[in-house]
């Protein structure tokens, strides 16, 4: 039996067609997003990958983007795409694979084809960052896959929450009769040394559990401080939005980043809320507070029609940060799972 891995071809699209469908309704199964009941979204795939086929002309790396696929004996089984990115500036940070849409059909599950095109992914990221590089993948908690990574040395570094747009007045409730010990707001002049701080916590967090993704933690410089400033005042509709729940007194316990996000096809079309760099300071009340901030983030994902909101790059689930998020009945959904 014969396995050949290679860049996409024009021709490609239908059969991989027939493979995004089995993952994505796998995917719903296991709470994951709803997928396009058109009969038609899937030969919309198709098309797009053709499409993308002539202009890549079977190289793998394509930009930043990386796209395998698999054949056996002739027949297209599964692909793997990859995303190249750098997440900060610090010589020591290296570039991030992130592995996307990796799937192989079911009835050649057991010949080590998902192994075979992981592997080669990664010595095809390598080779085009020019740099060994880190390889994440986002799975969800239901998916049976997630022993498979680990398996192949991918341990969890981060974690997800989402709840989902039904659920969003019955959480806002949960703190609705608190005293209100908090303003949540727009980040705005003024928040920057809080901020940094709360920045300078997060990137701690991120170094004590090995997540290669960021930059370590940093000096609070004056330059630093004067940029983080200039975000702060920006009015950049598409640069994410930082909010803080600071007390009466105006000193800022929790921050967070709040933004929308559209959801392409084979997904049914809808919007999702995504809340990062979720962070506050060691104590009870800036805990009550984050949880305050949370729920400030739920009335602005209702009103802005989002479909769910998922709070993204959370420490692990027996932090105090997680717990806070946990109490408030926002179930865990996904891990991001990391291989240096």
């Known amino acids: 039996m014969s396995i050949v891995l290679r860049g996409l071809r024009e021709g490609d699209g239908a059969p991989l067609a027939v493979c995004w469908k089995e993952l994505w309704d796998l995917h719903e199964s296991w709470g994951g997003y709803t997928t396009d009941r058109d009969a038609r979204a899937f030969d919309r795939v198709a098309d797009r990958l053709d499409r993308d086929a002539v202009a890549r002309r079977s190289e793998v790396a394509y930009g930043s983007h990386l796209h395998l696929v ?17 997440m900060g500036v610090h010589p020591r940070t290296k570039t991030v694979c992130e592995i996307r849409s ?4 079911s009835d050649v599950r057991n010949l080590g084809v998902a192994r075979k095109l992981l592997d080669r992914l990664a010595l095809e990221a390598d ?18 896959a997630m022993s498979f990574y680990e398996k192949l040395g991918f341990r969890p570094v981060a974690w997800t929450k989402r709840l989902t ?13 608190a005293p209100a010990r908090a303003t949540v707001r727009r980040s705005r002049a003024g928040d920057e040394n809080a901020i940094a701080r709360l920045e300078a916590r997060l990137a701690e967090r991120r170094r004590r559990g090995n997540d290669a993704r960021y930059d370590p933690p940093q000096p609070l ?11 702060l005042t920006t009015e950049d509709p598409l640069t994410p ?7 009466p007194d105006g000193n800022a316990l929790a921050t967070a980043q709040f933004w929308m996000q559209e959801l392409e096809p084979p997904f049914f079309p809808q919007a999702r809320a995504i809340a990062s760099r979720l962070e ?8 009550r507070t984050a949880q305050l901030l949370c729920r400030g983030l739920l009335r602005l994902a209702r009103r802005a029609g989002a479909s769910a909101i998922e709070f993204v790059d959370l420490p692990p689930p027996a932090a105090r940060l997680s717990q806070a998020l946990e109490s408030m009945g926002i179930p865990a959904w996904s891990r991001i799972m990391q291989r240096p």
Not at 127 to 144: D, K, M, Q
Not at 221 to 231: M, P
Not at 241 to 247: E, H, N, R, Y
Request: aromatic share 8%.
């Open 70 to 86: 698999a054949e056996v004996d002739g027949r297209v089984v599964g692909q793997v795409e990859g995303w190249l990115d750098r």
């Open 102 to 105: 990796l799937v192989v059909r």
């Open 127 to 144: 080779r085009a960052a020019h740099e060994s590089c880190v390889a994440i993948a986002e799975v969800l908690e239901a998916n049976p």
């Open 165 to 177: 747009g039904t659920s969003f007045h019955e959480i806002e409730l949960k703190l609705g009769d």
């Open 221 to 231: 410089e004056a330059a630093w401080l004067g940029l983080l400033r200039d975000v």
């Open 241 to 247: 939005q930082p909010f803080v729940a600071a007390t």
């Open 280 to 287: 506050c300071f060691d104590n009870d009340e800036a805990y």
